[in-house]
């Protein structure tokens, strides 16, 4: 069966930056576009970016020049790399896939000043 496990998260300084890590099995990963959500507390989860199977990118705007989505396709992963971190990016980051409702457990990042 599908599953997505992520990893990475961790509390991080103000400015600072961290590496999330997804790694998917169950399906033939490098079909399938991928993406990262996040919910922070006592709001709604939202799309953060997506990495298309062809490796082209989207982001959601304020995460645009400081997230970095990539795959490695051969180590079935995805990855969100993120500097010059807010507050405001203080949640649980979930990894899923485009199609279908798959979605990992969740890793939280918490940005403290």
């Known amino acids: 069966q599908v599953q997505l496990v992520e990893s990475g998260g961790g509390l991080v300084q103000t400015g600072g930056s961290v590496r999330l890590s997804c790694t998917a099995s169950?399906?033939?990963?490098?079909?399938?576009?991928m993406e990262w959500y996040r919910q922070a507390p006592g709001k709604e989860r939202e799309f953060v970016a997506r990495?298309?199977?062809?490796?082209?990118?989207m982001y959601q705007d304020s995460v645009k020049g400081r997230f970095t989505i990539s795959r490695d396709n051969a180590k079935n992963a995805v990855y969100l790399q993120m500097t010059a971190l807010k507050s405001d990016d203080t949640a649980i980051y979930y990894c899923?896939?485009?199609?279908?409702?798959?979605w990992g457990q969740g890793t939280q990042v918490t940005v403290s000043s």
């Open positions: 990495v298309a199977w062809g490796g082209s990118t």
């Open positions: 899923k896939r485009f199609k279908g409702d798959y």
């Open positions: 169950g399906f033939r990963f490098s079909l399938y576009d």
